[in-house]
T-cell receptor, first 109, second 112 residues
Framework: SQQGEEDPQALSIQEGENATMNCSYK?????LQWYRQNSGRGLVHLIL?????REKHSGRLRVTLDTSKKSSSLLITASRAADTASYFC?????????FGTGTRLKVLA | DAGITQSPRYKITETGRQVTLMCHQT?????MFWYRQDLGHGLRLIYY???????DKGEVPDGYVVSRSKTENFPLTLESATRSQTSVYFC???????????FGSGTRLTVV
């Protein structure tokens, strides 16, 4: 069974707009990570937020974590066509991670 | 080249045949993982390994066998392939200190 569930399943926006995707999970975690997957490729690690953190930034990425609601959000600001990809959250209990089903983001030029 | 490599990139096999997917990493990462990716299911963990000679089952291990005699290699074997094992298989590794996974490029396996 999936631990993380991303929402929405698909998102289409114009270049320059912000993209927000959400992840909900079921059990306690040590950390939560976000990954990007371009079509036909492996996943690439984007950012990690620990369970005692509420917000983290990396370039145009902002991740928030609300452990009381068991949810996280990934915000991509000023999106670009190159951001078109699928985005997955992964929740970690110990050293193995459980991935959600992903959000497919399409950024239109 | 440094990194994590999977081979083959594409594989077509017949039902009932044994097939082995290879994964090799050059960083001496302790942890290695095999996932399968299917539409509607996301990535599901098949097997993982915390070190050489230490492996454990993940979420969907049935029909698969792994071994890890050397730290850098983590092959996945389908003992008798079934059509339900048609999928894209990803290998990943992680060091002791860095919590992020590094993924290989995947193997697209079709069982006919």
């Amino acid at each position: 069974s999936q631990q993380g569930e991303e929402d929405p399943q698909a998102l289409s926006i114009q270049e320059g707009e912000n993209a927000t995707m959400n992840c909900s999970y079921k059990t306690s975690i040590n950390n939560l990570q976000w990954y990007r997957q371009n079509s036909g490729r492996g996943l690439v690690h984007l950012i990690l937020i620990r369970s005692n953190e509420r917000e983290k930034h990396s370039g145009r990425l902002r991740v928030t974590l609300d452990t009381s609601k068991k949810s996280s959000s990934l915000l991509i600001t000023a999106s670009r066509a190159a951001d078109t990809a699928s985005y997955f959250c992964a929740t970690a209990g110990t050293y193995k991670y459980i991935f959600g089903t992903g959000t497919r983001l399409k950024v239109l030029a | 080249d440094a990194g994590i490599t999977q081979s083959p990139r594409y594989k077509i096999t017949e039902t009932g045949r044994q097939v082995t997917l290879m994964c090799h990493q050059t960083w001496s990462h302790s942890y290695m993982f095999w996932y399968r990716q299917d539409l509607g299911h996301g990535l599901r963990l098949i097997y993982y390994s915390a070190a050489a000679d230490i492996t454990d089952k993940g979420e969907v291990p049935d029909g698969y066998v792994v071994s890890r005699s050397k730290t850098e290699n983590f092959p996945l074997t389908l003992e008798s392939a079934t059509r339900s094992q048609t999928s894209v298989y990803f290998c990943a590794s992680r060091s002791d200190r860095d919590l992020g996974y590094t993924f290989g490029s995947g193997t697209r396996l079709t069982v006919v």
